[in-house]
């Protein structure tokens, strides 16, 4: 299956990304069906979204995003009024939970006897370390605050009752973890202090003779949600928004949720299956290796263990599962999607991007490349570390920024500014800070380089005295004679 997968994803025919994959028949699994590649295309990430697959554009959510962060405070009672509708619709995007019995995700319930072999968990590189969960929604919540995150973290399988939960430190629910390990090892000490420098970003706290009763963090897992709430789970949002609230303004129509039953959480009522149980504060094991997205395997580091204490599902549940690999694969049109939906939440805090690319084969966080209104000396070195600082986009291992009439998303272009406008002594900056937990070639786990280019124009401003050249284009009353005649001259096909 997964070699098919990855063969679907690389085809460029009839278009990129190949067809979506639904595996009947499954061998030992009598019932059970896999879905593969199902966000694999453009046309099927505008459906996923609820666009027009042959005229509708990303751009749309981008537009509804933008215009929901440009409403400004009324000054007065008719632009309160004004505002009454577009609130009332945005309350009708708050998810909703419904009742047990009319939530297909509780067709079946099995709280015993149950194995998450069950499904076909696939193993889909030759040196996994064995069957690993790719597509899951994993929800927990703050112990603090109380807020619900949804993320997509792999699962390996150790058994039918135990996974591995891969929370990177930079994660949410990393931070949920330590926050409930906060709570149960008292006021800060050395042993939070060591809970903060582990691989996973929490340490084995056995010897702390933590209280059985808050030795755990709830969790649940929802495989085979609908897409746009599977999609919501990726989407870089701050910790204060929910992706359930996400889910329901990308699809334009709320989340159902049901209460879980052995869990105090709530999950997506329409999913094909849901694992509830809990994560242990005092136990990690090996998880991996695995083949990732970056094209390589990811070694073996110790993660937190998940404990499955009940499995609900829809009656003939259809297993929802993605390769990772080298790219392109079906996750490279995920992130073009986030790289288009959310560009406005880039432009709320640097308003002078005009435009952002991150190249498939540089797996996203490995390089952006960023057009800006330069205004002043120094500004795309004040871009660049403001990305820096901003949410996931801290881990953007190098940043290339170019002048506002160079289009990030044709790198022919990209390539003939930067090869042309930068002295490299002079021109590229490095930076150390916290970089992804994938990066092999980090000098340490989790910390590493940056690289900035600043490709756009020189000033005088910035210690540039020589006259900078103009680029090189044909003036537009002979470009629009040669237009009318164009045609005629027989030269293209």
Not at 71 to 84: I, Q, R
Not at 344 to 349: A, C, D, E, Q
């Amino acid at each position: 299956m997964a070699e098919i997968a990855d063969r679907a994803a690389k085809s460029r025919a009839p278009t990129p990304g190949g067809p979506a994959l639904l595996f009947e028949n499954v061998k030992n699994y009598p019932g059970s069906s896999v879905l593969m590649n199902q966000f694999g295309s453009e046309r099927r990430m505008k459906l996923a979204l609820g666009l027009d697959p042959d005229r509708g554009s990303l751009d749309e959510i981008s537009a509804r995003l933008r215009a929901l962060l440009e409403v400004k405070s009324p000054e007065g009672f008719l632009d309160k009024l004004k505002m009454l509708p577009m609130l009332a619709d945005l309350g009708k995007l708050f998810p909703k939970t419904i009742a047990a019995k009319d939530a297909p995700c509780k067709q079946v319930i099995r709280r015993e006897g149950f194995s998450v072999l069950d499904f076909p968990v696939l193993q889909t590189w030759p040196l996994d370390a064995g069957r690993f969960i790719t597509l899951p929604c994993v929800i927990t919540r703050d112990p603090r605050t109380g807020r619900r995150n949804m993320g997509m973290y792999r699962m390996q399988v150790y058994d039918g009752q135990t996974t591995g939960m891969h929370w990177q430190r930079q994660k949410n629910a990393a931070e949920h973890l330590r926050e409930a390990l906060r709570a149960a090892a008292g006021p800060a000490s050395a042993r939070v202090q060591a809970m903060a420098e582990t691989a996973g970003g929490i340490a084995n706290l056995a010897v702390t003779n933590l209280d059985p009763a808050n030795n755990r963090l709830e969790v649940a897992v929802a495989i085979g949600t609908d897409p746009a709430t599977t999609f919501s789970a990726i989407v870089p949002a701050p910790p204060e928004v929910e992706e359930f609230l996400i889910a329901g303004f990308l699809r334009q129509q709320p989340v159902e949720l049901v209460r879980c039953e052995t869990v105090d959480l709530e999950v997506p009522a329409h999913a094909e299956i849901i694992l509830e149980g809990y994560v242990r504060l005092d136990e990690l094991r090996p998880e991996g290796p695995f083949g990732d997205h970056t094209g390589f395997y990811t070694l073996q580091e110790d993660y937190p263990v998940f404990y499955i204490t009940c499995i609900t599902h829809r009656r003939d549940p259809i297993w929802s599962a993605t390769i990772v690999g080298k790219p392109p694969m079906e996750d490279a049109w995920m992130g073009k999607a986030v790289e288009r939906i959310f560009l406005p939440l880039f432009r709320l805090t640097l308003p002078e991007i005009v435009d952002i690319n991150l190249p498939i084969e540089a797996v996203f966080h490995n390089l952006m490349v960023v057009s800006i209104r330069k205004s002043y000396a120094g500004h795309a070195r004040k871009v660049m570390n403001g990305i820096w600082a901003m949410g996931q986009a801290m881990f953007t291992k190098c940043i290339i920024v170019v002048d506002e009439d160079c289009d990030v998303q044709d790198l022919r272009d990209v390539t003939l500014r930067v090869a042309n406008n930068i002295d490299p002594e002079r021109d590229i900056q490095f930076t150390l800070g916290p970089v992804d937990s994938l990066d092999h070639a980090a000098r340490l786990p989790n910390y590493g380089s940056k690289m900035g280019i600043d490709a756009t124009r020189k000033w005088a401003a910035e210690g540039f005295s020589r006259p900078w050249p103009q680029l090189i284009e044909m003036d537009a009353a002979t470009k629009a004679r040669v237009d009318a005649i164009w045609k005629k001259l027989g030269i293209e096909g």
